[in-house]
């Protein structure tokens, strides 16, 4: 592509924020922590987490930069960004969550591959960009479209960087041309991130943001649009971000037997406090988020302060004084909510949240259940240990 210095190297990469915990230096991997994330509902830039699979490209002719839109259509496309700036513009606030989010806790049942995470690699931004569907529409693909005349059924996101998993090439994802020409389904290519031109970590000039889709499907410093028959055969959609049964190992693994990941499950973790926690009193503040996949709004909130025994339900909300209703017009379809309680605990006490959607799905109970290989989707009940420690002071 014109105007881009793709560093092969990882000697000019962005400035971040010192708070993030680097969880993977090169390629660059950072969350930040628990209670910065839960601070503001829409996720500061610099908190946001980066998850990256080699260095950061360089898009320094803003002037030059060109997305393609190939495949199988009848006129293929070069837009620049003013092309696409035309567009009628969309603000969505939309919650990315990477698959490997939780993998940590997942590999103490049983080694894993993949890069660590704590429960902070999630975030909520509002995404200003054009809609797909608008984009699709210049190339002569109606909305609603399964299946182009020339049999194109998928479309296929090219990034500009360079990654090992691809043997040097680039980064790529693919989802179903249905989808990409649903209004519903909200698919940006996005330039801002909660109102400022994208940055160089999450995607400038331009990324895709699949709403309620785990992160890997959302390709950053987009290069190229293909109209495909078949979906992307890439390494990260054929041979990774893919679930198995607890059976599966790297002996017996068979990838094609089954498909790319795509909506999230329903997940929730606890934020104001760590994984063991010694608190002076025994009253604490428990909060969080809990997020579902698909656009599935979250319909309760559980929480238990002995270890899942009994459970109460606690508030959720989004907004200040907007009460928040699953599935409401007024609520954000794609984001999160937080839930926040304050609770008296005994000396020692395991406090559990879970989720359940508005389809009724919940979060499973043991991560042992949903152990795989690779360290994905681990949504199991979140728990924290908490020891309630008198100092001489208070002691009567
Ligand atoms: N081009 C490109 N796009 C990418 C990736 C990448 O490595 N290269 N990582 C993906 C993964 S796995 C996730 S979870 C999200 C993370 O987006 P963020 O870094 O903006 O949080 O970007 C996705 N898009
Ligand atoms: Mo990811």
Redesign the pocket.
Known sequence: MPGVRGPAVYSQEPPRHPCLKINSKEPFNAEPPRSALISSYVTPVEL???????PIPIVDDIERYRVSIIGLIENPKELSMADIRKLPKYNVPAT?Q?AGNRRTAMSKVKTVKGVGWDVSAI?NAVWGGARLVDVLELVGIPKLTATTPSGGKHVEFT?V?K?KEENGGP?KASIPLKQATSPEADVLLAYEMNGEALNR???YPLRVIVPGVI??R????LDSIDITAEECQGFFMQRDYKMFPPSVNWENINWASRRPQMDFPVQSAICSLEDVDMVKDGKVTVAGYAVSGGGRGIERVDLSIDGGKTWVEVARYQKPNVPYVADDMNSDKWAWVFFKAEVDIPQNAEIVAKAVDIAANVQPEDVADIWNLRGILNTSWHRVRVRVGYSNLTQN
């Open positions: 946001f987490y980066k998850r990256n699979h080699g990315l990477c975030g990034s960087d990654c980064y970590d999450h995607g992160g890997a959302s390709v950053k410093w």
